[in-house]
């Protein structure tokens, strides 16, 4: 994918190691390995699978590499799924550790705990829907009611490009982003059936590039990342549209200061699940995502941390 795991290792020189888990996991020992005879893994060793929203990807394999640099004895094998193939591996109990693009709902929740599936989870940051465009696109912002009215279809051409058509393309038709509208606008149908899928974000990253009346749809972590050359790359191949928050009657662009002041309308939260019903290590990762190296990479990722890891800054007079 890319990513420069020596930059990122470089911004996380403080690892705290053994108070991240204590402070995680409170009283629940890390020898707790055979919960109704089930698992064979701890916090920091062992293997295990993790289903990830695909729209993530590029920031939670970036995670993983230095979570393995850190505990060489863990191995968290990362399978990428759009939402709706997330929540099915879940139903046929075929994944116990999962990432999502937001919180499970309570009937989904209750779905699993009437299977014998205890539920944990924790946020692990705020992210963005991206709005992409070519960069020979001469628009730079987009207004909500014109976005709703190209998702349904209505609009079929850029008004200030001489009507070229617009080929709008998400990352497949069951991804996390696809559903977020789906389920903002149209959750009573009436969303467009001419709406394009790719299999991944990078594949509508560079569908976009080459495509002159292309829309595309990525989560944030794809461009955002300024110390990664591959981000940098993909944010350099697309024009980022700014969207109108109309209670403020702005555009605001899809990064972090937009996000973190509640601009920026289109957020989603990404949330951790453990669902392995012992203390193993799809509960170590999710500790070491919510301390204090973990949130360093989400920052550095362009995305807003779940937790604001202050800087403690001694002053002396000498």
Known sequence: ???????????????????????????????????????????TAGEVTVGVDYGDSFAITEQLAIFHMDYPKAKITPRYLCEVNLLRQLEMDSLRFIIMNRQLSKEEKANLELKDIHVRGAMAAKTSIVLIANLENPSSNISQADLKSILAGNVTQWKDWGNKFINVVFDGGCGSNYEYFKNLWFKSGGMSNKIAGKNTPREVLDYVSKTPGALGFVSLNWIADQSDSASKVWASKVKVLAVENPAKSAFYMPFQSQIAAKEYPFVQEIWMY?????????????????????????????????????????LSAE
């Open 1 to 43: 994918m890319g990513i420069t795991v020596t930059n990122a290792a470089n911004a996380i020189k403080m690892r705290g190691k053994c108070l991240v888990f204590l402070l995680f996991l409170g009283a629940t020992s890390c020898q707790n390995i055979s919960f109704s005879g089930k698992g064979n893994d701890v916090p």
């Open 274 to 314: 453990d669902l392995q019903g012992h203390s193993g290590l799809a509960q170590g990762f999710i500790a070491w995502i919510s301390s204090q190296p973990g949130q360093i990479l989400m920052k550095k990722s362009g995305l807003i941390p779940a937790h604001d890891m202050g800087r403690t800054i001694d």
